[in-house]
């Protein structure tokens, strides 16, 4: 017997979920799949449920989808838990997005105050999962997809007992364009990543174990490799700062490095097609419409236009790694313990670590360069300061976590802003 629990079953990205269980269930036989969600959930859950129940029944597998609003019966004994919720759905990321660009900040919803503001409204809720879990499946372990990830997975480590690593389809994306760039699979490639979610560095890649780090960095200078996620706007560095960075960095790095076009970018974008949670609305939209069909029975390529496509990879290979004791190395959130003398080592950063049956063991990386040291550590204060406001809803706390974040120009700025959120917030935060 294999249970597995979904939170957030409901999303439009549980075909993905469903996909990368089907492809593993050789070395991975699920027999019991809840996809939990709550009331307000319930229409979505039945039509993603339905297709899920279609896909597995024509690959042919016995695994047993069940679809749940009760989560202590979900949760009872089992023996992974992922989570891949949004508390207050899309509304709530649009607004994330659409209050600071008012005032010329970045509106994004994991990078910038937008991140902030979904940790204020998601941390209270995983937390009480996490309460619950420690009635119900106290040994599970707890796979958080739940953006913003690294902020979530500090907050869990920090304040439940439950065994949790926080994961991001991130790395994967940069994995597969570093394999497309030289015509191999994914695993001729290792690359040493570093960082904190949604702000991670390859600083030294290899193929098939040979050292291609100069060349791979010399491909991004001439453009002709780039990390290139669909939720972000595509511009690109100059070839000389490339150059100068000599590091592979997710694409989020450019919402610090090029600010203000980042912001420009969001603006037009937002005064034309919408913001990215509005766009996002219509493909959903579209994805559950599609999913209705009831000939439909695999995932539908329409997915990849989410930015998490192929998360799957990430989640399933995660847990298998754990399932069967495989001590793969996979990019995960877990705590630094010493993985970086640069930070603290309570603290969750994003790194390659060692997955076996008791969790993520992150290889030491040492020393951050010191030309993104700085970042690192500011946005990691600031990510400290964020769990512990969402925890104590403490306004002070709040008001500096925002301050701090290099993204925002001004305390004053920050005031406004946070003020504004906290008021269209009002329902989803408890703590406040
Ligand atoms: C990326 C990130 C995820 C994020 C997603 C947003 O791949 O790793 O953390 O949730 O994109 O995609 P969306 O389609 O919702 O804008
Ligand atoms: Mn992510």
Known sequence: KLKIVTIGGGS????????????????????????????????????????????????????????????????????????????????????????????????????GPGGFM???????????????????????????????????????????????????????????????????????????????NHLIFADQIFIKGEDYTDDFMAKLAQGSASNSLKNIPDIGFSSRFAKALHMYPISYLKYFFLTREMVEAAQIDASTKGTRGEQTREIEHRLFELYQDEHLSHKPKELEKRGGAWYSDTACSIISSIFNDKKEIHVVNTVNNGATPDLPDH???????????????????????????????????????TVEAAVTGDYSTALMALTINPLVPSATLAEKILDEYLEVNQRYLPQY
């Not at 209270?124 to 979530?152: H, S």
């Not at 994003?350 to 951050?368: C, K, M, Q, S």
């Open 347 to 385: 603290v969750t950063l994003e790194t390659n670590a060692v997955i076996d049956r008791n969790g993520a063991h992150p290889l030491a990386y040492g020393r951050l360069p010191v030309k993104i040291r700085g970042l690192i550590q500011s946005v990691k204060a600031y990510e400290e300061l």
């Open 118 to 196: 979904k940790a204020q409204r998601t941390i209270p809720v995983l937390l009480d999962i996490c309460r619950d879990m420690e009635k119900y499946c106290p040994d599970a372990w707890l796979i958080n997809f739940t953006n913003p990830a690294g902020i979530v997975t500090e907050a869990i480590t920090r304040h439940s007992n439950i065994k949790s690593i926080g994961i991001c389809s991130g790395a994967n994306s940069m994995l597969m364009d570093i394999a497309k760039a030289y015509e191999v699979e994914k695993k001729d490639v290792y690359a040493r990543i570093m960082g904190l």
């Open 12 to 111: 439009s990205y549980t075909p993905e979920l469903i996909d990368g269980f089907i492809k593993r269930y050789d070395e991975l036989p699920v027999t019991d799949y809840y996809l939990l969600d709550i009331e307000e959930g319930k229409e979505k859950l039945e039509i993603v449920g339905k297709l899920a129940q279609r896909m597995v029944k024509e690959a042919g597998i016995p695994m047993n989808i069940h679809l749940s609003l009760d989560r202590a019966e979900a949760l009872k004994d089992a023996d992974f838990v992922t989570t891949q919720l949004r508390v207050g759905f899309l509304d709530a990321r649009i607004n994330d997005e659409k209050i600071p660009l008012k005032y010329g900040v970045l509106g994004q919803e994991t990078t």
